[in-house]
């Protein structure tokens, strides 16, 4: 077994796995793949590939399956904003079948998408001291609602106007009670889009009387972001050549 070098994280043969959950949104489908060919452009000689958990193909198994054929080592980035049944499983399952995979930890929460939160909070019209929903998917798992909570605590940090997680589905309180709760005092609420992409739940945020940010989307932010994940994951990795 050799254990390769941080350095050889950008050299010929390596690939880097983006791997989101999978939407039938057309343009949720672009900012995957958006965001797939502007990683490639940060890492010259690296393979970056998407794959998909649920809807779209191809799915992780199968792409992870051929570069381990090719013997080829391989950093999976989850392009998800927290932990959750598919980091914790699905993902898991994947690394512990090759020694030449290893797997980043989840975007979120870190600064940089404060910083992302931030932006599009004002293309928005939001003010900073207007009170802020950051609304995110949801996850029955507490590891997902406790990341949701840190990323609301470094958005908070950042802004004068207050900021309240809330979940679109399977954690609480839901969008409809936090909108419902911080509305009493008659200030207007402002809903941060904790999402990755335009879809299904981001129809659900804009369906509510609230100004709603658009989702992360295609900032070149998050492409930096996946970045800083691969080589990271890349240095704690060991990889059996």
Do not use: C
């Not at 995979?101 to 939001?126: N, Y």
């Not at 005092?185 to 889009?193: E, H, K, L, Q, T």
């Not at 945020?205 to 930096?224: C, F, K, M, Y």
């Amino acid at each position: 077994m050799v254990t390769d070098s941080p350095s050889d994280a950008t050299g010929d043969g390596r690939a880097l796995v983006v791997v989101a959950h999978g939407t039938d949104n057309p343009e949720g489908q672009a900012t995957v793949t958006w965001l797939r060919d502007r990683v490639a452009e940060l890492l010259p000689g690296v393979r970056v590939l998407d794959a998909y958990v649920d809807v779209q193909q191809p799915r992780l198994h199968d792409v992870v399956e051929q570069l381990v054929q090719q013997r080829i080592p391989t950093v999976i980035v989850p392009d998800l904003l927290s932990t959750g049944y598919h980091v914790e499983v699905d993902i898991a399952r994947t690394v512990a079948r090759s020694e030449l995979v290893t797997a980043a930890p989840p975007l979120g929460p870190d600064p940089i998408l404060t910083g992302i939160l931030l932006d599009r909070l004002a293309e928005a019209g939001v003010a900073p001291e207007e009170p802020v929903l950051l609304a995110a998917a949801g996850s029955s798992r507490e590891t997902g609602v406790t990341a949701v909570r840190r990323q609301t605590e470094l958005l908070d940090a950042a802004r004068p106007g207050h900021v309240t997680a809330a979940y679109i589905s399977a954690a609480r309180p839901s969008v409809e009670e936090a909108l419902a709760a911080a509305g009493t005092d008659g200030r207007r609420v402002a809903v941060a889009s904790y999402l990755l992409g335009r879809g299904f739940f981001h129809d659900k945020l804009r369906s509510h009387d609230a100004v709603v940010s658009e989702p992360i989307g295609r900032h070149p932010q998050l492409a930096e972001l996946v970045r800083a994940r691969y080589l990271a994951a890349y240095a704690r990795g060991r990889f059996s050549q």
